[in-house]
């Protein structure tokens, strides 16, 4: 029975309840050492009923060996293995050892870990829960926290419990203090005189834990309060110091073998090895250097075995299977620091002497007295083995490790710049920064590695820090690779000075596709020329596979003013990323994934792409990445009129991007305010605006939010009837898209030259033919259908505003529609327009499944492209069914095809 736990017992309940239901969550329960933590673990795990339990506990030792909590956890599940997408069954497999190839891809990884859980709570749910997570290693930490953060769908109920302030991003905590005062008593003997039991109880701050060890140590005179209570209280250090102190020698060596292995045969071997039977001294340094002993001492495992008895009659450990556990942490601790150093490290040689692969290094390198290079190759070993699996944080700690134990200063300098990377791509920039700069001092004046640390310094930059001192760093390069990744830091703060002295010295490099896109950007931005240059790299598209080369393209074909094509070639290194797993790179890609969904017209398809591209950048540390999907959610706020939800991600998209320098979302954010207005028709505020951004300089502004931004610029322009300055952007926009081809570049500068010039309505309706995107032909539409309302022509208005409303309404641009139905009563059409089955009822998330199940992709498929699990892909289609008044597959991917195919050219709008 738990006392004075009421309030805690029904938060644990009420989640396992709603897991249940199929609404899962995580709680961390947090507090400190002894105050009872464990006990309502114990407790959640009893009282699921059905539910099935997995269970495991972080371990200090084994705090370093990637995936050992999650090998723990998953180990009874494994045989549901089979069930998962492909790609995340083979990554799990290969995180456990179990065979499977080695994705290197940490998503990935984790979305199989969410998915293996959800297999686990079927057919009754699932209650999982991890003590000692502060001691779990980084791999699995971070597999098991990216699953905590999605549950919402699924029959799952996590518990974390964390000793004092370790972080746990994500889920929300459940803290836990001393017990009061009643029931802090009650755990005390019942002739306890009260006054006693109220000074304990204030001196223990009502610590469970304390309580009972205190007591077991107070005389019978003091519990029954004839004696003064000693003070300090026999607790704190000496909590278990001194019953540890007064084992016997042989209790102690197996008792600091098992506070550093927790594996039973490797404590029982090491002990025989290190001379348990012996005679010895009593001292803490008992074991001396007894590790270089070959074999064990005569009857030294029989010994072993009587000591590990002796320490289990004691109450400090347990047997747990093949594993030894201490009762309690701090029965480790006092072990631990009872131990002299000499002591510890010579544990951890006869633990080396008979341990392999990971355990082996762990040890040897535990074992060290100075710098050593045998022992730091095992390390970086268990490295490699770690970031293929992808554990990089584990991967990180082992390689930072071994540059300490390395003495060459090159070798050193090389595996702490492997270190920043492994950290960096598990998604801690601060350490990644902090050890590539440990390696440029190492560096030793080599120029290839100085070149190597430099790019990286420049990347963490550009994703987590100051875009403009990326440029800086980037621009020292001398390979074309570097200057692509100056580039594009230029591009982000929006630094044209720079992309055209990058392109000029690109330039100097043999023909191929960057450095056709590199020269040829610059030579736009200089004097408009480079057209034939991005040509030639657009035409070699067809030879691309990576998704950082049809971003290449995206950039090439924006110069050309083709915003269309450039969406098309974001979806496609979207399509890239997913495939080959871009190992950390996929939140960045979606920044222009989204971008061009955005662009393209299909708002709902860019919302989800941006949700999930946010909640990955933010789960990977990436600070500017996370301020640009905060500046396209902006956007996308404001064309669906929602003015607080687009004021909020637009202020922290600024918060991020001006400080940082990433002009270009900055840009963006500003874009989304401008938008605001002009969507509310407020349009000289928006005026306002759009000239701001168009003078904006690098850092603040970007040229090609100038460009992009010119037709809605324009368009409020003319609406707070400033012609000039309409005419003004009408030529800027005429020489940025005068080598564009696109047919919908055309339909844009068009309907520009219609909205600057006298609003002939012919230009309109050629506009109106050109039109390939779907949402800015309604915009033209409705400019159309205004004007020939405007010059008594109703008859004539109606199809167009008619048809502009119905893709508002579609695409869920409130304003606009709202605009476009005032325009159609004004126009005598009062009847509101019949309403098929239509996409827009789907949440964005419904939507990119539906969009998938049309493409023909099994559930399955989807999960794995989705980061989700197989049984949260069907859980949404069971709620897109009846949104959609259809039954089945086939009816989902027709309602798509049908609403997605091209509008014949006498139906456009």
Known sequence: ???????????????????????????????EAGVGKTALLDLAASRGGSMRVLRTTGVEPESDLAFAA?????????GLLDALPGPQREAVRGALGLGGGASGDRFLLSAGVLSLLAEAAAPDGLVCVVDDFQWVDRAS???????????????????????????????????????????????????????VKRELVAATGGNPLALREIVRRLSPGQLAGREPLPDPLPGGAQLFGEQVAALPADARLVALLAAVESDLDLVLRAAGRMGAGRAAPAGPEAPGRAAAHESAAPGGAAAGRAALHELEVAGLVRVEGASVRFRHPLIRSAVHEAAAPASRRAAHEALAGLSQGDHRAWHLAAAALGQDESVAAALTEAAVRARDRGGYGAAATALARAAELTPAAHTRAVRLKDAAVAAWLGGRPGQAESLLAEARDHAGGDHALEMEIAQLRGRFELNSGSAAEAVRILTTGDNLEMLADAAEAASYVGDTASIVEIGRRAAAFPEGFLRDVLAGIGLMLSDGTGHELLRRALGRTGELTEAAGFLWATAAASYLGEADLAADLAARAGRAARVSGMVGQLPVVLEFVATGERIAGRLAESQALSEEGLELAREAGYANTVAAH????????????????????????????????????????????AMLDLGMGRFAA???????????????????????????????????????AARAALEAYERWSAQAATPESRALLTRCRALAGAGQEKELEEALRLHANPYEAARTALLLGERLRRAHRPGEARPH?????????????????????????AAGESAEPARGPALDVLTPQELR????????????????????????????????YPKLGIGSRTDLARLVVLQKAPVAEGDML
């Not at 919402?152 to 518990?159: F, N, S, Y």
């Not at 909020?648 to 001006?658: K, T, V």
């Not at 559930?859 to 897109?880: D, G, M, N, W």
Request: aromatic residues 4%; proline residues 6%; glycine residues 8%.
């Open 686 to 724: 928006a005026h306002d605006r759009f000239t701001a951004i168009a003078a904006a300089g690098p850092g603040a502004g970007h040229p090609t939010v100038v460009w992009r931004s010119t037709p809605d610029r324009i368009e409020a322009a003319v609406g707070a009837g400033d012609l000039e």
């Open 630 to 673: 905060l500046a396209n959610l902006a956007v996308l706020a404001a064309l669906r009129g929602e003015e607080e939800t687009c004021r909020g991600h637009a202020q922290e998209a600024l918060a991020i991007a001006i400080p940082h320098r990433v002009g270009l979302r900055a840009g963006v954010a500003a874009y989304a305010l």
């Open 141 to 195: 930490a971070d597999a098991l926290l990216f699953a905590a953060r999605r549950l919402a769908t699924e029959r799952i109920a996590m518990l974390l419990a964390v000793r004092g302030d370790a972080p746990v991003k994500g889920v929300p905590p459940l803290r836990l203090g001393g017990l009061p005062e009643p029931a802090a008593a009650e755990l005390l003997d019942a002739a306890m005189p009260p006054a």
């Open 849 to 880: 499944i539906a969009g998938l199940v049309a493409d023909g992709l099994s559930s399955k498929e989807i999960a794995a492209q989705l980061f989700l699990s197989p049984r949260t892909v069907e859980y949404h289609l069971y709620k897109i």
């Open 70 to 78: 999650l090998h723990q956890l998953l180990r009874p599940v494994a």
């Open 801 to 825: 505003l008619r048809a502009a409303l119905e893709t508002f309404r579609r695409a869920g641009a409130q304003p606009w529609a709202r605009r476009a139905h005032g325009e159609l009563r």
């Open 1 to 31: 029975m738990l006392f004075g736990r009421s309030a805690e017992i029904a938060a644990i309940d009420d989640l396992i309840s709603r897991a249940r239901e199929g609404a899962g969550d995580a709680l961390v329960l947090r507090g």
